[in-house]
C-alpha cells in the first residue's frame, strides 16, 4: 500500500501567520494518464472532513485562495497563508492513484 | 444542495452483521461513484469501499474484502454498506462520501458510528 507520510504531527501558529504542511508518499503519485490523484481535506473539530484542494493545486468550490496546494511525484505541500480561527483542525493528504486509496496520518492545526 | 445522510449504525456484537444506509439528495445519484470512508475513534481516515455510478463494479480495501458488501438503488438515490462477520476493530464512525471524478470525496456524510463490542 503507499504510505502517505505527514509532517509535522502538530502544528501551532499564530493567527495571521502562514502554515505549512509536507505530505510525501512512498511512491510517485503521477498515473500513467499523467495525472496526480493528490486531495487535501480538513476535518474540523466534530465535522465530517471536507475537501479542500484536488489535483495537487485545484481548490475546490468556496476555498479561499490562502489554501495553496504544491508538488509532483512524491512531495506535497499545503500552505495556509493568513491563518484564521476556522483553519483548527485536522489537515490529512489522501492519493487515489494507487489501490487502496489511502490518507495520510493527519496534521493537527491549532491557534496559539 | 447535496446531503447525504447516514443511518443505521450502532451497538453489535463481534460475529454478527449490520447494514448502513446513505440517503443522496440534491444531487444526479446516478452520475456519480460512491464511496464508505472510516474512522476508528481518535484515529485517522481509511477508505473503506468505491461502487461506480451504476452498481458494475465494487473495490474494497483488503480488510473488509468478503466481509463488507458496497451496493446502490439509484431509484432510491441510496447508498449501502452491507457489513458481515464484524470484529472489533470493525468499530469506527462510517462516513458515505460522493466521489468527484477519480478520487476526490467531495462531499460527505454526517457520519454514523459502528461499534462492535460484546
Known amino acids: 500500500d503507499v504510505v502517505l507520510t505527514q509532517t509535522p504531527v502538530s502544528l501551532s501558529v499564530t493567527l495571521g501567520d502562514q502554515a505549512s504542511i509536507s505530505c510525501r508518499s512512498s511512491q510517485s503519485l503521477e498515473y500513467s494518464d499523467g495525472y496526480t490523484y493528490l486531495e487535501w481535506y480538513l476535518q474540523k473539530p466534530g465535522q465530517s472532513p471536507q475537501l479542500l484542494i484536488y489535483g495537487v493545486s485545484n481548490r475546490f468550490s468556496g476555498v479561499p485562495d490562502r489554501f495553496i496546494g504544491s508538488g509532483s511525484g512524491t512531495d506535497f505541500t499545503l500552505k495556509i497563508s493568513r491563518v484564521e480561527p476556522e483553519d483548527l483542525g485536522v489537515y490529512y493528504c489522501?492519493?487515489?492513484?494507487?489501490?487502496?486509496?489511502?490518507f495520510g496520518s493527519g496534521t493537527k492545526l491549532e491557534i496559539k | 444542495e447535496v446531503q447525504l445522510v447516514e443511518s443505521g449504525g450502532g451497538l453489535v456484537q463481534p460475529g454478527r452483521s449490520m447494514k448502513l444506509s446513505c440517503a443522496a439528495s440534491?444531487?444526479?445519484?446516478?452520475?456519480?461513484?460512491m464511496a464508505w470512508v472510516c474512522q476508528a475513534p481518535k484515529k485517522g481516515l481509511e477508505w473503506v469501499a468505491t461502487i461506480s455510478y451504476d452498481g458494475s463494479s465494487t473495490y474494497y480495501r483488503d480488510s473488509v474484502k468478503g466481509r463488507f458488501t458496497i451496493s446502490r438503488d439509484n431509484a432510491k438515490s441510496t447508498l449501502y454498506l452491507q457489513m458481515d462477520s464484524l470484529r472489533s476493530e470493525d468499530t469506527a464512525t462510517y462516513y458515505c462520501?460522493?466521489?468527484?471524478?477519480?478520487?476526490?470525496?467531495?462531499?460527505w456524510g454526517q457520519g454514523v458510528m459502528v461499534t462492535v463490542s460484546s
Open positions: 440534491g444531487f444526479t445519484f446516478n452520475n456519480y461513484d
Open positions: 489522501f492519493q487515489a492513484t494507487h489501490d487502496p486509496l489511502t
Open positions: 462520501a460522493r466521489h468527484r471524478g477519480v478520487g476526490c470525496f467531495d462531499y
